[in-house]
C-alpha cells in the first residue's frame, strides 16, 4: 500500500496545517505560501514560535480567489 496516499489521507483531518502543509495542499512553493501570508491573502495564527494555516483558510482563499477571478 502507498505510504504516501495514507499520510495525505491523515492530513485532510487536520485542523492546523504547517505552511509546508497549506503550500502543498494549494500546489504553490512554501515561499509562495510565505508571501500569501504576509500580504494577509491567506489567514495565519502563531502558536509560540510556529506559524500554523487553519485548514478552512485554504478553502476561504480560494473562494476568494474565484469570486476575483468572476468579477474580472
Known amino acids: 500500500m502507498d ?3 495514507l499520510s495525505e489521507a491523515a492530513d485532510l483531518t487536520l485542523v492546523l496545517l504547517t505552511v509546508e502543509e497549506a503550500a502543498r495542499r494549494l ?3 512554501r515561499t509562495t505560501c510565505y508571501a500569501l501570508i504576509r500580504s494577509g491573502e491567506l489567514e495565519s495564527i502563531p502558536i509560540g514560535s510556529l506559524r500554523r494555516v487553519p485548514a ?3 478553502a476561504a482563499y480560494l473562494a476568494r480567489r474565484r469570486a476575483e477571478q468572476r468579477a474580472a
Open 56 to 58: 478552512d483558510a485554504l
Open 3 to 5: 505510504t504516501t496516499r
Open 27 to 29: 500546489s504553490i512553493g
